[in-house]
């Protein structure tokens, strides 16, 4: 079947369909990974986004129950050159069109995603809309200008629990490949974190690390919070514009006063950032991929990270002295660590779980456990 990808410029992208069928808009972004498809469509960040792969051969592993990072995936459409009907590994319990077309995703192959990466790096992400159903491409390209933009978006409230609960997932699935994984003593550490988007490897890495996890919703106020008395506080990835998060924004400043462990990955970071009266602003077309440089201004190495992020903390913008930069992000400077010199709290804008993508920073997760040893 035809599908058909349009963006707010006016460009088309004609392809097939394969998944389900149907119709979506978002904002179109590229993912650099090689691998991992199963786990960036189930990335709760991706809400609100069609993503396109670089790599051309994507859905030969198939896909399986273990490496979910939600309960599904989250993006609204998904664009590859070339779709592998026939997946192949030990591992493979679907292929990924019947994924897809389970959850109801659209996707579409034979587009020359060379172009289309070219286009989003010089001219910026934009809104798109992927179709089966309409194949007009003066219609599509109305409805892409029509989208909602991802500035002032507060899609949180859209991949959030609904309610508080406690993490029981057991294990690391995607140790360190010739490294024995260290575990702590399991529920060693009370950890409360806020949802606003988390990923399971998150709390795969946390458990492993022995922390007893009960997850809230991102709505949940300081004191609810503080209630279970954690000894440590995470706040996790999410999807949209930090900006149209006051309401987190608020808690984790009072989160601060209590003198709690905190720890922020990703949307995590940058709200934290906004509560030490920093500013955010968008990169032209954002970090994501399983290979973005950060250097760790401490010890002057680099490491290899994966990165999922539109918008980005304003380095300019900490004034507070209290506040040490960390690390940055070696291809275009930007903020990508930073840590408080008197209250236990850091955070960073990259993903050290991966999930997928590069194992070089799980060792702030041990950081994190150090913090709360006090």
Known sequence: MKAMLALEDGTVFKGESFGAQGEKTGEVVFNTSMTGYQEILTDPSYKGQIVAMTYPLIGNYGCNGLDLESDGPKVEGFVVRE?????????????????????????IQGVDTRALTR???????????????DLDPDSLVEKARSAPPMEGSDLV??????????????????????????????????????DC???????????????????????????????????????SNGPGDPAALPYVVQTVRELIESGKPIFGICLGHQIL????G????????????ANQPVKDLSTGRVEITSQNHGFC??????????????????NDMTLEGMRHRKLPIFSVQYHPE??????????????FTELMEG
């Open 119 to 133: 286009k989003l790096r010089i001219y910026g992400v934009m809104r798109g809309v992927i179709s089966t159903e």
């Open 273 to 276: 950032g906004l509560a030490f």
């Open 83 to 107: 779709y592998s009907e026939r997946p192949s590994n030990w591992r493979s319990q679907e292929s990924l069109a019947s994924f897809l077309e389970r959850h109801g995703i659209v996707g």
């Open 157 to 194: 409230r859209f991949v959030t629990c609904h309610k508080p609960y406690e993490w029981e997932g057991n294990g690391t699935v995607n140790p360190v490949p010739g490294r024995r994984e260290e575990r702590e003593e399991p529920g060693r550490f009370r950890v409360v974190a806020m």
């Open 354 to 367: 991966a999930s997928p993508g590069p194992h070089d920073a799980r060792y702030l997760f041990r950081r």
């Open 313 to 330: 903390v304003d380095i300019d913008s900490i004034k507070d002295e209290d506040v040490e930069i960390t690390h940055i992000n070696l």
């Open 278 to 289: 920093g500013r955010t602003f968008k990169l032209k077309f954002g970090h994501r991929g």
């Open 197 to 235: 988007g988390i990923k399971h490897n998150i709390l795969r890495l946390l458990s492993d690390h022995g922390c007893r996890i009960t997850v809230v919703p991102a709505t949940t106020s300081a004191e609810e919070i503080l209630s279970y008395e954690p000894d440590g506080i995470f706040l």
